[in-house]
């Protein structure tokens, strides 16, 4: 009931009719307030980027790109793939590009997009009339280390056959695949090159110094075979967990004056420009499209790291592990 004193301070004047106006208004907002919080949780399920396809996943302790779908996903890894490609002019269209394949997940996923963008080139090249753009030529190379492993011939021709299935199952058009024995940076005869090798090896009794060395022949067994067949660009699918492992170790090792070069997108310090396209994505990332689409990978025979390199790798696998939880 209203007051009828005219001097009251209250809010005791109010009617009746107004009491029921500011409490309809009231449940109107509270109303409001539980659509925009019910809108807000059922976009919480869904893709971050395209609010529409189901997250690969749900977690949020994954990390934002394992709550993208799997289009958004890829989209996403393509996009940093081609960005650092166009923006730091890594291939032209006069370019012959050698890309070095391991059999592992960041060297597959470097094959799959220059082959998609191969492949895309090739398309606009068959469909322009005057034919005036050229397209830009691919060929992979795969380093042979079994000499080196002592692995046996089974093994070796499992893995080399492998590595021929993944190459020759990409879709037109064809690449030229090498398989390039390791010894060949001494002498094209396979048996000297292997015992001038194996002397080389067993003079180096570290084992970080061993592994440094064999990771130096392959870049110069990549390198030859590149300049002899015509290759001006040699493209690897180092991504930046694997840089990071390489900028601890090498400031441990007492070689961070070469950091800079070696860290960059294009190492031109080589007779063959090196170029890494991946240089900003996450082994974890290249890992999960490699299952997501089927991505055949292999699986090489080595020891594992040792010396300073394999601490270094599992110290960075242990603080990537630690972020995720």
């Known amino acids: 009931m209203a007051c009828s004193a005219s001097a009251c301070q209250s809010n005791c004047y109010k009617t009746q009719q107004e009491e029921e106006a500011v409490k309809a208004n009231n449940n109107t907002n509270s109303f409001a307030a539980n659509i925009s919080s019910s809108n807000n949780n059922s976009n919480s399920g869904l893709c971050l980027k395209c609010k529409a396809n ?6 949020s302790d994954g990390g934002d790109d394992a709550r993208f779908c799997i289009d958004c996903f890829r989209g996403n ?13 890594m291939i032209a269209p006069t370019d012959n590009v050698l890309v070095a394949f391991s059999g592992g997940p960041s060297s597959r996923v470097a094959l799959q997009f220059v082959h998609e963008m191969h492949s ?3 398309k606009n090249f068959d469909a322009c009339r005057d034919r005036s753009l050229p397209v830009f030529g691919v060929g992979v190379a795969f380093v042979d280390e079994s000499s080196v492993y002592s692995a046996p011939s089974n093994e070796t021709d499992k893995v ?6 993944i190459v020759e199952n990409l879709a037109p058009p064809s690449k030229e695949l090498y398989i390039v024995p390791i010894e060949s940076v001494y002498s094209s005869d396979s048996g000297d090159g292997r015992e001038r090798l194996k002397k080389l090896l067993d003079a180096v009794g570290d084992a970080t110094g061993r592994e440094d060395l064999l990771l130096h022949l392959r870049m110069l067994a990549l390198q030859k075979v590149a300049s002899q067949n015509g290759y001006n660009r040699l493209l690897l699918g180092s991504c930046v967990s694997r840089i990071a492992c ?15 070069a070696d860290v ?4 031109a310090r080589w007779e063959i420009p090196v170029v890494l396209p991946l240089r900003d994505c996450l082994a974890k990332e290249l890992t999960m499209l490699c299952r997501l689409d089927g991505l055949k990978t292999v ?10 390199n394999g601490l270094v790798s599992s110290f960075v696998t242990l ?3 630690s972020e995720e939880i």
């Open 54 to 59: 189901q997250p690969i996943s749900s977690n």
């Open 77 to 89: 890894l393509f996009g940093k793939f081609r960005f650092a490609v166009t923006s730091n002019a």
């Open 120 to 122: 895309k080139a090739q």
């Open 160 to 165: 080399i056959g492998d590595v021929r299935l």
């Open 246 to 260: 390489h900028v601890i170790s090498a400031t441990v090792k007492g070689q961070g004056y070469s950091l800079p």
């Open 264 to 267: 960059q997108y294009v190492d």
């Open 299 to 308: 699986e090489l025979i080595r020891s594992p790291c040792t010396g300073i």
């Open 319 to 321: 603080l990537q592990a």
